[in-house]
Each structure stands twice: as C-alpha cells, then as structure tokens.
C-alpha cells in the first residue's frame, strides 16, 4: 500500500530516541522530508545523521514558548511548507506535587497546542494536513494514581477531537494515538524492569498479547494516520496497547 508520504514535509518533536525517533525513522522511510528536536545538542546531530538523506534537528526545549516557536517558524520556512506535525514529547508520570503537575501542563498540553497553532497556517496551506499528537492509555484507564500526566493526556484526547471539528473544513486531519506500555532500551519500562521487577511482571501479565508493544510499532500507527491514505479518518483516539486496557472501546 503507498501510503503517499513521498516528499511530504514532517515535524516530529522529542525524537531522538524512543516512540518520536522510530516515528521519524518510519516516515523517512516513507519518503518524507522529516525535521526533529530535542534538548540533547549531541543527541540532536547523531539522531539527524542516522537518519540521512534530508533530515534536519534543533536543539531546543519545548518548554521554552519563544525557543519552540522561533525553531517551528524557521523549520517551516526552511522545508517550503508542512503536511504532518507529531507532536510526541511528554513530561513522563511521577507522584506528584503542584510543581509537576505545571510542568505536565506545559509539556504535554501547551506544547502540543503551542505546536498547532504555530504550524495551522502552514498545515491549512498544505491541504494534506495531518496532526498526530501522542496519548497514552493511562488517559483511560486507572495506572499508577492519580498523576499529572495521566490527566495531561486526557486533555489531549479533547484537545484532539475538538481541534479536529475546528479545523477538517481547511484540510487538516488531527488525531491522536495512545500506547499502551511500550519497552526499549534505555525507556521508561527498562528502567522500572530493574528497579520495580513484579510490577514490571504484573503490567506484562496484564496484556493478552503477552508482551508490551516496540517503539516501531507505534510508528506504523502514528505514519498510517499521518498519511493521505489515513484521508477518512480524523478526531479518533487510537489506542495502540495490545490489549492493555480493558474497557469496552464503542
Ligand atoms: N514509553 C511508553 O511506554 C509510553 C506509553 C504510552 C505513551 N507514551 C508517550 O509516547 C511519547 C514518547 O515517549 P517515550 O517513552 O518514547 O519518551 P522518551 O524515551 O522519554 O523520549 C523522549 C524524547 O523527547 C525528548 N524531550 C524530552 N523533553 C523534551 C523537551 N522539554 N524539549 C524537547 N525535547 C524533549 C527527549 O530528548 P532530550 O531528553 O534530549 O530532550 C527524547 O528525544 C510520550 O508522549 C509518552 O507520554 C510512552
């Protein structure tokens, strides 16, 4: 199937390494144009390298409004334009005082809406344009308590759907996917594997597919809806998990 990504212009945020670095893989892979960032300069210039052929990296904090915009701006203006915007970087869980739960704010809410409405103009202009913003299942279903990041990607899924009605009539498609577990090296679930074995046990135990999804996986999803051949399909919530959760999806 051609997926018609050939040439198409993407940004992916926080990609360079885990979910927004396999994301940027697959769809250069796809023929796209890509363009990352991250905060890690050195980080920035390898993951650029290994990707080849066209693809540009900033280093820049998300955090930073000014920073994040003026790098937005300026990659747009650079590719000649953007189809597809990914917005991937989060501000991770943690149990939780009233300072995380602003910095999720920032990092997973305003960045993801900072990112559209600095790059709605250029997607409008592209006519094929695609957002995929990056959920997670715990935005679902109860994990772990009652943290900021849980909440945060709740209010993505909204933002998702909304943004999605708001703006179809001008050639933008907006959705969002949200993994379950997924496990790579040097991720979040590695680091619990070690630190906290049985509940690393009990959350695999939990999934029928029997085993927590790859980075890779998540990518096929996030390209898929990225693309035109995706051209049906707006203001959905993609749950991407292997059956983790459990709820009745109608
Ligand atoms: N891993 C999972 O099991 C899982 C499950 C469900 C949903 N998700 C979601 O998937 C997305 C990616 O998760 P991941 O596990 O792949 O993350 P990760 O391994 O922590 O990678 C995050 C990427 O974002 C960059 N980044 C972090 N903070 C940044 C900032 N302030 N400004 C710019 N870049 C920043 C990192 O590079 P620097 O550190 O150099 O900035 C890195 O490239 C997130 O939205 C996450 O909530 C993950």
């Given amino acids: 199937m051609d997926l018609g990504l050939k040439d198409k212009r993407a940004i992916v945020t926080g990609a360079t390494r885990g979910i927004g670095r396999a994301i940027a893989e697959r769809l250069t892979a796809e023929g796209a144009r890509v363009a990352i960032c991250a905060r890690d300069a050195d980080a920035v210039t390898e993951a650029v390298e290994q ?12 955090r930073d409004a000014d920073e994040y915009k003026a790098w937005l701006e300026k990659t747009a203006e650079e590719m000649g334009g953007v189809d597809i915007f990914v917005a991937n970087v989060s501000g991770g869980g943690g149990m939780d005082s009233e300072k995380n739960w602003w910095r999720c704010f920032e990092l997973d809410v305003l960045h993801t809406v900072r990112g559209c409405e600095a790059l709605l103009p250029a997607l409008k202009e592209s006519g094929n344009g695609a957002i995929v913003i990056i959920g997670s299942t715990n935005a679902v279903e109860y994990f772990g308590g009652p943290m900021a990041y849980n909440a945060m990607k709740a ?27 997924i496990y790579f090296e040097g991720g979040a679930w590695e680091m619990i ?4 074995p049985k509940f690393y046990e009990s959350t695999v135990r939990k999934i029928p ?11 096929n999803v996030v390209t898929f809806l990225a693309s035109p051949a995706a051209s049906l399909v707006t203001g959905t919530n993609l749950i991407a998990d292997n059956g983790y959760t459990k709820r009745v999806q109608l």
Avoid: D
């Fill in 51 to 62: 990707l080849g052929g066209s693809t540009t990296g900033g280093a820049v904090n998300v």
């Fill in 209 to 219: 597919g029997g085993a927590m999804g790859t980075p890779e996986e998540v990518a």
């Fill in 155 to 181: 209010a993505l899924v909204n933002y998702s759907s909304q943004l999605s009605q708001f703006v179809r009539g001008e050639g933008v498609r907006v959705n969002t996917v949200s993994p379950g577990p």
């Fill in 193 to 196: 594997k070690g630190t906290m």
